[in-house]
Protein backbone atom coordinates (compact mmCIF):
# COMPACT_ATOMS: atom_id res chain seq x y z
CA UNK A 1 0.00 0.00 0.00
CA UNK A 2 1.21 3.49 -1.00
CA UNK A 3 2.56 6.34 1.50
CA UNK A 4 -0.59 8.70 2.37
CA UNK A 5 -0.44 11.05 4.80
CA UNK A 6 -4.48 10.04 5.08
CA UNK A 7 -3.17 6.80 5.85
CA UNK A 8 -1.14 7.65 9.28
CA UNK A 9 -3.45 10.58 10.90
CA UNK A 10 -0.55 9.75 12.54
CA UNK A 11 -0.12 6.65 11.45
CA UNK A 12 -3.68 5.33 12.87
CA UNK A 13 -6.35 7.42 12.34
CA UNK A 14 -7.12 7.84 8.64
CA UNK A 15 -7.45 5.03 5.92
CA UNK A 16 -8.58 6.95 2.29
CA UNK A 17 -12.05 6.36 2.12
CA UNK A 18 -11.70 5.89 -1.80
CA UNK A 19 -8.77 5.91 -4.22
CA UNK A 20 -8.93 9.46 -5.43
CA UNK A 21 -9.14 10.96 -1.78
CA UNK A 22 -6.27 13.57 -1.56
CA UNK A 23 -5.30 14.88 2.01
CA UNK A 24 -5.55 19.17 1.73
CA UNK A 25 -4.84 20.11 4.89
CA UNK A 26 -4.02 19.01 8.79
CA UNK A 27 -4.81 21.59 11.42
CA UNK A 28 -4.09 20.56 14.77
CA UNK A 29 -4.44 21.99 18.24
CA UNK A 30 -8.30 22.31 17.04
CA UNK A 31 -12.15 21.46 18.89
CA UNK A 32 -15.12 20.08 17.92
CA UNK A 33 -17.95 22.65 18.72
CA UNK A 34 -21.82 23.16 18.99
CA UNK A 35 -23.93 26.41 18.06
CA UNK A 36 -25.76 26.33 21.74
CA UNK A 37 -27.71 29.68 20.66
CA UNK A 38 -28.74 31.84 17.88
CA UNK A 39 -28.40 31.34 14.39
CA UNK A 40 -24.51 30.62 13.01
CA UNK A 41 -24.79 34.19 10.57
CA UNK A 42 -25.96 36.12 13.15
CA UNK A 43 -23.99 38.51 15.39
CA UNK A 44 -25.73 36.84 18.42
CA UNK A 45 -24.58 33.31 17.71
CA UNK A 46 -22.80 31.66 20.62
CA UNK A 47 -21.00 28.46 20.41
CA UNK A 48 -19.71 26.51 22.77
CA UNK A 49 -15.91 24.38 22.29
CA UNK A 50 -16.82 20.82 22.84
CA UNK A 51 -13.64 18.97 23.02
CA UNK A 52 -9.90 19.31 21.42
CA UNK A 53 -9.38 17.78 18.48
CA UNK A 54 -7.16 17.56 15.31
CA UNK A 55 -8.96 17.97 12.13
CA UNK A 56 -8.11 17.31 8.31
CA UNK A 57 -9.21 17.94 5.43
CA UNK A 58 -9.39 15.87 2.04
CA UNK A 59 -11.59 16.32 -1.46
CA UNK A 60 -14.33 14.11 -0.06
CA UNK A 61 -14.54 15.04 3.81
CA UNK A 62 -13.90 16.86 6.76
CA UNK A 63 -12.77 15.00 9.58
CA UNK A 64 -11.75 16.03 13.21
CA UNK A 65 -10.42 13.20 15.76
CA UNK A 66 -9.51 13.43 19.35
CA UNK A 67 -6.99 12.33 21.69
CA UNK A 68 -9.35 8.97 22.87
CA UNK A 69 -9.40 8.45 19.20
CA UNK A 70 -13.05 9.77 18.64
CA UNK A 71 -14.25 10.39 14.82
CA UNK A 72 -16.50 13.43 13.65
CA UNK A 73 -17.06 13.14 9.83
CA UNK A 74 -18.70 15.29 7.87
CA UNK A 75 -18.93 14.32 3.82
CA UNK A 76 -18.48 16.68 1.26
CA UNK A 77 -21.48 14.98 -0.78
CA UNK A 78 -24.03 15.99 1.89
CA UNK A 79 -22.03 19.17 2.67
CA UNK A 80 -24.97 21.89 2.53
CA UNK A 81 -22.84 25.13 3.18
CA UNK A 82 -20.16 26.10 5.56
CA UNK A 83 -20.76 29.51 7.83
CA UNK A 84 -17.45 31.32 8.74
CA UNK A 85 -17.51 33.53 12.21
CA UNK A 86 -16.39 36.87 11.76
CA UNK A 87 -13.99 38.03 14.21
CA UNK A 88 -13.85 34.32 16.11
CA UNK A 89 -12.31 30.61 14.90
CA UNK A 90 -15.10 28.57 14.36
CA UNK A 91 -17.10 27.60 11.56
CA UNK A 92 -20.11 25.86 11.02
CA UNK A 93 -20.79 22.75 9.01
CA UNK A 94 -24.03 22.09 7.88
CA UNK A 95 -25.67 18.99 6.61
CA UNK A 96 -29.25 17.53 6.38
CA UNK A 97 -30.61 16.93 9.97
CA UNK A 98 -27.28 18.40 11.61
CA UNK A 99 -26.70 22.30 10.95
CA UNK A 100 -24.75 23.23 14.90
CA UNK A 101 -21.47 21.59 14.84
CA UNK A 102 -18.69 22.28 13.22
CA UNK A 103 -14.93 23.04 14.32
CA UNK A 104 -12.82 25.91 15.71
CA UNK A 105 -8.67 26.25 14.77
CA UNK A 106 -6.11 28.00 16.07
CA UNK A 107 -5.99 31.57 15.01
CA UNK A 108 -2.72 31.29 13.03
CA UNK A 109 -4.57 28.78 10.93
CA UNK A 110 -7.90 29.76 10.48
CA UNK A 111 -7.39 31.94 7.06
CA UNK A 112 -5.63 28.48 5.96
CA UNK A 113 -8.34 26.36 6.99
CA UNK A 114 -10.95 28.71 5.10
CA UNK A 115 -8.89 28.44 1.73
CA UNK A 116 -8.71 25.31 1.91
CA UNK A 117 -12.68 24.29 3.04
CA UNK A 118 -13.56 26.76 0.27
CA UNK A 119 -11.75 25.80 -2.07
CA UNK A 120 -13.58 22.45 -1.79
CA UNK A 121 -16.24 21.86 -4.93
CA UNK A 122 -19.23 22.43 -4.56
CA UNK A 123 -19.39 24.40 -0.87
CA UNK A 124 -21.88 26.87 0.07
CA UNK A 125 -19.91 29.26 1.92
CA UNK A 126 -21.49 32.10 3.80
CA UNK A 127 -20.24 34.36 7.04
CA UNK A 128 -21.28 35.12 10.09
CA UNK A 129 -22.77 39.00 10.34
CA UNK A 130 -20.25 41.35 12.01
CA UNK A 131 -21.68 42.38 15.17
CA UNK A 132 -21.59 46.10 16.68
CA UNK A 133 -19.20 47.49 17.78
CA UNK A 134 -17.10 46.20 15.02
CA UNK A 135 -13.97 44.08 16.17
CA UNK A 136 -10.86 46.01 14.36
CA UNK A 137 -8.27 43.24 14.74
CA UNK A 138 -9.30 39.63 13.34
CA UNK A 139 -8.88 37.63 16.48
CA UNK A 140 -7.01 39.47 18.18
CA UNK A 141 -8.65 40.03 21.80
CA UNK A 142 -8.11 43.59 23.50
CA UNK A 143 -6.09 42.80 26.82
CA UNK A 144 -8.91 43.83 29.24
CA UNK A 145 -11.12 40.69 28.03
CA UNK A 146 -10.98 37.61 30.06
CA UNK A 147 -8.72 34.88 29.53
CA UNK A 148 -10.13 31.91 28.44
CA UNK A 149 -7.98 29.77 29.76
CA UNK A 150 -9.58 26.17 29.75
CA UNK A 151 -12.34 26.17 27.05
CA UNK A 152 -14.53 23.67 28.22
CA UNK A 153 -18.60 22.78 26.88
CA UNK A 154 -21.80 23.57 28.92
CA UNK A 155 -23.49 20.32 30.05
CA UNK A 156 -24.67 20.40 26.43
CA UNK A 157 -21.82 18.26 25.32
CA UNK A 158 -20.92 15.77 22.66
CA UNK A 159 -23.63 12.84 21.27
CA UNK A 160 -22.40 9.50 21.72
CA UNK A 161 -23.97 7.33 18.85
CA UNK A 162 -25.78 4.39 19.76
CA UNK A 163 -24.15 1.79 17.39
CA UNK A 164 -20.70 0.75 16.74
CA UNK A 165 -20.08 0.65 12.92
CA UNK A 166 -18.88 -2.88 11.58
CA UNK A 167 -16.73 -1.44 9.62
CA UNK A 168 -14.95 1.35 8.13
CA UNK A 169 -17.04 1.50 5.05
CA UNK A 170 -20.39 1.05 7.14
CA UNK A 171 -18.80 4.11 9.27
CA UNK A 172 -18.47 6.93 6.20
CA UNK A 173 -21.72 5.44 4.66
CA UNK A 174 -23.74 6.23 7.51
CA UNK A 175 -26.50 8.75 6.22
CA UNK A 176 -26.24 11.54 8.37
CA UNK A 177 -22.34 12.43 7.32
CA UNK A 178 -21.76 13.97 10.95
CA UNK A 179 -20.70 10.98 13.29
CA UNK A 180 -20.23 12.05 16.71
CA UNK A 181 -18.45 10.18 19.16
CA UNK A 182 -17.87 6.92 16.79
CA UNK A 183 -14.25 5.16 17.97
CA UNK A 184 -12.33 3.24 16.05
CA UNK A 185 -9.89 0.80 17.40
CA UNK A 186 -6.26 2.12 18.02
CA UNK A 187 -4.42 0.32 15.11
CA UNK A 188 -4.92 1.34 11.32
CA UNK A 189 -7.41 -0.02 9.05
CA UNK A 190 -6.00 -0.77 5.74
CA UNK A 191 -8.76 -1.37 3.69
CA UNK A 192 -11.86 -0.77 2.97
CA UNK A 193 -14.74 -3.28 4.81
CA UNK A 194 -11.68 -4.49 7.02
CA UNK A 195 -13.11 -4.04 10.29
CA UNK A 196 -10.95 -2.56 13.15
CA UNK A 197 -8.76 -5.49 14.51
CA UNK A 198 -9.96 -4.59 18.57
CA UNK A 199 -13.80 -3.88 17.61
CA UNK A 200 -15.05 -0.65 17.91
CA UNK A 201 -14.78 1.34 21.89
CA UNK A 202 -16.58 3.23 23.92
CA UNK A 203 -14.99 6.29 25.40
CA UNK A 204 -13.48 5.54 28.79
CA UNK A 205 -13.51 8.41 31.91
CA UNK A 206 -12.12 7.29 34.94
CA UNK A 207 -13.32 7.63 38.51
CA UNK A 208 -15.98 5.96 40.69
CA UNK A 209 -18.85 4.35 38.88
CA UNK A 210 -22.28 5.42 40.61
CA UNK A 211 -24.37 2.35 41.72
CA UNK A 212 -26.90 4.72 42.94
CA UNK A 213 -28.74 7.82 41.53
CA UNK A 214 -27.77 10.37 44.60
CA UNK A 215 -24.13 9.41 43.75
CA UNK A 216 -24.03 10.55 40.09
CA UNK A 217 -23.80 13.87 41.99
CA UNK A 218 -23.31 15.24 45.87
CA UNK A 219 -23.61 18.54 46.02
CA UNK A 220 -23.06 19.37 49.88
CA UNK A 221 -25.44 21.55 51.56
CA UNK A 222 -28.50 20.83 49.18
CA UNK A 223 -30.21 24.19 47.38
CA UNK A 224 -27.73 26.99 47.01
CA UNK A 225 -28.99 30.13 45.87
CA UNK A 226 -26.35 32.75 43.38
CA UNK A 227 -24.93 35.91 43.88
CA UNK A 228 -23.98 38.12 41.35
CA UNK A 229 -22.10 40.61 43.00
CA UNK A 230 -20.82 44.05 40.82
CA UNK A 231 -21.23 42.53 37.53
CA UNK A 232 -19.63 44.78 34.59
CA UNK A 233 -19.36 43.05 31.01
CA UNK A 234 -18.03 44.56 27.43
CA UNK A 235 -17.95 43.67 23.78
CA UNK A 236 -14.57 45.23 23.04
CA UNK A 237 -14.79 48.88 23.76
CA UNK A 238 -18.46 48.52 23.83
CA UNK A 239 -19.96 48.54 27.89
CA UNK A 240 -23.34 46.34 28.33
CA UNK A 241 -23.61 46.25 31.89
CA UNK A 242 -22.60 48.17 34.83
CA UNK A 243 -22.26 47.39 37.85
CA UNK A 244 -25.04 44.94 38.76
CA UNK A 245 -25.82 42.86 41.76
CA UNK A 246 -28.57 40.78 42.35
CA UNK A 247 -28.83 37.53 44.79
CA UNK A 248 -30.94 34.72 43.76
CA UNK A 249 -32.17 32.80 46.58
CA UNK A 250 -32.08 28.78 47.11
CA UNK A 251 -35.40 26.86 45.68
CA UNK A 252 -36.73 30.15 44.12
CA UNK A 253 -37.57 31.44 39.99
CA UNK A 254 -36.13 34.55 40.02
CA UNK A 255 -37.40 36.41 36.41
CA UNK A 256 -34.90 39.14 34.59
CA UNK A 257 -37.48 41.16 32.72
CA UNK A 258 -36.45 44.11 30.50
CA UNK A 259 -36.99 45.59 27.04
CA UNK A 260 -34.52 44.03 24.18
CA UNK A 261 -30.52 45.07 24.09
CA UNK A 262 -30.44 45.78 28.19
CA UNK A 263 -28.17 43.05 28.79
CA UNK A 264 -30.50 40.32 30.50
CA UNK A 265 -28.87 37.57 28.19
CA UNK A 266 -25.01 38.87 28.97
CA UNK A 267 -26.01 39.05 32.32
CA UNK A 268 -27.41 35.13 32.11
CA UNK A 269 -23.99 33.79 30.45
CA UNK A 270 -22.12 35.33 33.42
CA UNK A 271 -23.87 33.16 35.82
CA UNK A 272 -22.77 30.61 34.00
CA UNK A 273 -19.33 31.84 32.37
CA UNK A 274 -19.89 31.54 28.70
CA UNK A 275 -19.69 35.33 28.39
CA UNK A 276 -16.39 34.83 28.42
CA UNK A 277 -15.73 32.67 25.31
CA UNK A 278 -17.30 35.41 22.80
CA UNK A 279 -14.70 36.97 21.13
CA UNK A 280 -13.34 40.44 22.47
CA UNK A 281 -15.85 39.95 25.73
CA UNK A 282 -14.82 40.66 28.85
CA UNK A 283 -16.48 40.92 32.56
CA UNK A 284 -15.85 42.03 36.29
CA UNK A 285 -16.89 41.11 39.50
CA UNK A 286 -17.96 38.08 41.29
CA UNK A 287 -20.63 34.57 41.08
CA UNK A 288 -20.93 33.60 44.06
CA UNK A 289 -22.56 29.90 44.72
CA UNK A 290 -22.33 28.54 48.18
CA UNK A 291 -20.12 30.95 49.27
CA UNK A 292 -17.31 30.33 46.91
CA UNK A 293 -16.54 32.22 43.24
CA UNK A 294 -17.28 30.72 39.76
CA UNK A 295 -14.34 32.76 38.88
CA UNK A 296 -12.16 31.84 41.04
CA UNK A 297 -8.63 30.59 39.18
CA UNK A 298 -8.37 27.63 41.21
CA UNK A 299 -11.32 25.83 40.40
CA UNK A 300 -12.06 24.57 37.16
CA UNK A 301 -14.22 25.41 34.81
CA UNK A 302 -16.07 22.06 34.29
CA UNK A 303 -16.98 22.00 37.86
CA UNK A 304 -19.04 25.81 37.38
CA UNK A 305 -20.93 24.33 34.19
CA UNK A 306 -21.86 21.26 36.32
CA UNK A 307 -22.94 23.56 39.67
CA UNK A 308 -24.49 25.99 36.82
CA UNK A 309 -26.99 24.52 34.20
CA UNK A 310 -28.49 25.91 31.07
CA UNK A 311 -31.16 25.53 28.50
CA UNK A 312 -31.35 27.91 25.92
CA UNK A 313 -33.47 29.87 23.82
CA UNK A 314 -33.53 27.21 20.73
CA UNK A 315 -33.76 23.65 21.59
CA UNK A 316 -30.52 22.19 20.96
CA UNK A 317 -31.03 18.12 21.91
CA UNK A 318 -28.42 15.71 19.72
CA UNK A 319 -30.64 15.18 16.71
CA UNK A 320 -29.65 11.94 15.76
CA UNK A 321 -29.03 10.43 19.16
CA UNK A 322 -32.08 8.39 21.10
CA UNK A 323 -33.90 10.17 23.37
CA UNK A 324 -32.39 8.23 26.22
CA UNK A 325 -29.19 8.92 24.86
CA UNK A 326 -29.65 12.25 25.09
CA UNK A 327 -30.52 12.62 28.77
CA UNK A 328 -27.41 10.91 29.65
CA UNK A 329 -25.29 12.24 27.63
CA UNK A 330 -24.04 15.12 30.05
CA UNK A 331 -22.89 11.74 32.05
CA UNK A 332 -20.15 11.31 29.85
CA UNK A 333 -19.34 14.84 29.41
CA UNK A 334 -18.57 15.34 32.94
CA UNK A 335 -16.91 11.54 32.93
CA UNK A 336 -19.28 10.43 35.48
CA UNK A 337 -19.58 6.47 34.87
CA UNK A 338 -22.92 4.54 36.37
CA UNK A 339 -24.23 1.40 36.04
CA UNK A 340 -26.98 0.69 33.26
CA UNK A 341 -29.62 0.76 36.26
CA UNK A 342 -28.92 4.03 37.49
CA UNK A 343 -28.75 5.24 33.81
CA UNK A 344 -32.23 3.86 33.59
CA UNK A 345 -33.66 5.51 37.12
CA UNK A 346 -31.85 8.66 36.08
CA UNK A 347 -33.63 8.54 32.52
CA UNK A 348 -36.70 7.96 34.22
CA UNK A 349 -36.58 10.58 36.84
CA UNK A 350 -35.61 13.04 34.76
CA UNK A 351 -37.86 12.87 32.05
CA UNK A 352 -41.02 12.89 34.68
CA UNK A 353 -39.59 15.98 36.31
CA UNK A 354 -39.38 17.67 32.81
CA UNK A 355 -42.91 16.28 32.11
CA UNK A 356 -41.90 14.03 29.04
CA UNK A 357 -42.10 10.26 30.30
CA UNK A 358 -45.68 9.58 29.64
CA UNK A 359 -45.04 11.19 26.28
CA UNK A 360 -42.13 9.29 25.13
CA UNK A 361 -41.77 6.05 27.70
CA UNK A 362 -42.18 4.32 24.61
CA UNK A 363 -39.77 5.07 22.40
CA UNK A 364 -36.83 6.31 23.98
CA UNK A 365 -34.80 4.70 21.78
CA UNK A 366 -36.22 6.71 19.05
CA UNK A 367 -34.26 10.09 17.55
CA UNK A 368 -34.61 13.10 19.95
CA UNK A 369 -34.45 15.12 16.66
CA UNK A 370 -38.33 13.59 16.43
CA UNK A 371 -39.66 15.05 18.80
CA UNK A 372 -42.16 18.56 18.79
CA UNK A 373 -40.30 21.77 19.49
CA UNK A 374 -41.98 21.85 22.98
CA UNK A 375 -41.27 18.63 23.53
CA UNK A 376 -37.69 18.96 22.85
CA UNK A 377 -37.01 21.70 25.04
CA UNK A 378 -38.13 19.70 27.74
CA UNK A 379 -35.57 17.00 26.63
CA UNK A 380 -32.66 19.41 27.14
CA UNK A 381 -34.28 20.30 30.52
CA UNK A 382 -34.25 16.70 31.43
CA UNK A 383 -30.56 16.40 30.06
CA UNK A 384 -29.89 18.84 32.27
CA UNK A 385 -31.62 17.73 35.64
CA UNK A 386 -28.87 14.61 35.16
CA UNK A 387 -26.24 16.01 36.61
CA UNK A 388 -28.20 17.53 39.06
CA UNK A 389 -26.80 21.16 39.06
CA UNK A 390 -27.75 23.68 41.79
CA UNK A 391 -28.54 26.33 39.45
CA UNK A 392 -30.26 25.99 36.39
CA UNK A 393 -30.21 28.97 33.65
CA UNK A 394 -33.30 29.48 31.36
CA UNK A 395 -32.94 32.22 28.21
CA UNK A 396 -36.48 32.70 26.93
CA UNK A 397 -36.79 29.08 26.87
CA UNK A 398 -40.21 29.41 25.66
CA UNK A 399 -39.74 32.40 23.14
CA UNK A 400 -40.29 29.90 20.23
CA UNK A 401 -43.21 27.40 21.24
CA UNK A 402 -46.96 27.41 21.33
CA UNK A 403 -49.46 27.97 24.20
CA UNK A 404 -49.52 24.91 24.69
CA UNK A 405 -45.81 23.65 25.01
CA UNK A 406 -44.95 27.42 27.07
CA UNK A 407 -47.92 25.60 29.36
CA UNK A 408 -45.92 22.50 29.68
CA UNK A 409 -42.27 24.39 30.49
CA UNK A 410 -44.00 26.63 33.33
CA UNK A 411 -45.14 23.16 35.26
CA UNK A 412 -42.05 21.62 34.25
CA UNK A 413 -40.30 24.83 36.20
CA UNK A 414 -42.80 25.07 38.69
CA UNK A 415 -42.00 21.45 39.66
CA UNK A 416 -38.60 21.83 39.76
CA UNK A 417 -37.84 24.47 41.80
CA UNK A 418 -37.75 22.93 45.18
CA UNK A 419 -35.00 20.75 43.95
CA UNK A 420 -32.92 23.60 41.60
CA UNK A 421 -32.74 27.76 41.90
CA UNK A 422 -34.11 28.76 38.58
CA UNK A 423 -32.92 32.28 36.69
CA UNK A 424 -34.82 33.05 33.61
CA UNK A 425 -34.83 35.02 30.98
CA UNK A 426 -38.23 36.40 29.86
CA UNK A 427 -39.87 39.08 27.61
CA UNK A 428 -43.61 37.42 28.02
CA UNK A 429 -44.67 39.62 31.22
CA UNK A 430 -47.34 36.97 32.11
CA UNK A 431 -44.76 34.15 32.48
CA UNK A 432 -43.22 36.40 34.94
CA UNK A 433 -45.89 36.65 37.11
CA UNK A 434 -46.96 32.51 36.71
CA UNK A 435 -43.78 31.30 37.59
CA UNK A 436 -41.31 33.82 39.68
CA UNK A 437 -40.78 34.36 43.07
CA UNK A 438 -38.95 37.68 42.77
CA UNK A 439 -37.94 39.68 39.46
CA UNK A 440 -35.66 42.09 38.47
CA UNK A 441 -36.18 44.77 35.49
CA UNK A 442 -33.02 45.55 33.67
CA UNK A 443 -32.93 48.47 31.64
CA UNK A 444 -30.13 50.50 29.26
CA UNK A 445 -31.63 54.03 28.24
CA UNK A 446 -29.73 56.73 25.88
CA UNK A 447 -26.85 54.34 24.78
CA UNK A 448 -26.28 53.28 28.85
CA UNK A 449 -24.69 50.30 29.69
CA UNK A 450 -27.72 47.52 31.31
CA UNK A 451 -28.39 48.08 35.28
CA UNK A 452 -31.37 47.07 37.49
CA UNK A 453 -33.67 49.62 38.17
CA UNK A 454 -35.97 47.59 40.84
CA UNK A 455 -35.80 44.33 42.10
CA UNK A 456 -37.73 42.51 44.79
CA UNK A 457 -40.78 40.14 44.94
CA UNK A 458 -42.64 39.31 41.64
CA UNK A 459 -46.16 40.22 42.86
CA UNK A 460 -44.99 43.76 44.46
CA UNK A 461 -42.54 44.40 41.16
CA UNK A 462 -46.19 43.87 39.47
CA UNK A 463 -48.56 45.28 41.99
CA UNK A 464 -46.37 48.25 43.14
CA UNK A 465 -43.38 48.86 41.68
CA UNK A 466 -41.52 51.59 43.50
CA UNK A 467 -39.50 52.96 39.99
CA UNK A 468 -42.46 54.66 37.80
CA UNK A 469 -40.33 52.85 34.92
CA UNK A 470 -40.82 49.50 36.38
CA UNK A 471 -44.65 50.38 35.91
CA UNK A 472 -44.36 51.24 32.40
CA UNK A 473 -42.60 48.61 31.57
CA UNK A 474 -44.90 45.83 33.26
CA UNK A 475 -48.08 47.58 32.17
CA UNK A 476 -46.56 47.32 28.21
CA UNK A 477 -46.30 51.10 28.04
CA UNK A 478 -42.92 50.48 26.52
CA UNK A 479 -40.45 47.79 25.54
Not at 113 to 138: C, I, K, N, Y
Not at 268 to 284: C, D, F, Q, T, V
Not at 295 to 304: S, W
Amino acid sequence: MTTDPLDSFEAEAWAPAHPAETLLGTFSDAWVVQLVSGEPDAPDALVADLVPATVMVSNRRIVARDDESNNWVWLLRDLQSVVHADGATWTILDVPGITDFGVSVPPESVREFRRVVDAMPGVSVRSQRRPEPAVTDLFVVPPAATAVTEQLPTIDIVPLDSSEPATLEDLFARPSAAIPATVLASEAVTSIGEPPSKGGRRLRFGGKVAHSVDEVVSWPGGLAGIDARDISAWFGTHQVLDRVSLEMAPGRVTALIGPSGCGKSTFLRILNRMHEMIPAASMGGQVIVDGHDLYDTTRKLTDARREVGMVFQKPNPFPAMSIYDNVIASLQLTGVKATASVKDELVESCLMKAGLWNEVKDRLRQPGGGLSGGQQQRLCIARALAIRPRVLLMDEPCSALDPTSTRRIEETILQIVSEVTIVIVTHNMQQAQRVSDRCAFFLAEQGTPGVIVEHGPTDVMFNAPQDPRTSDYVQGRFG
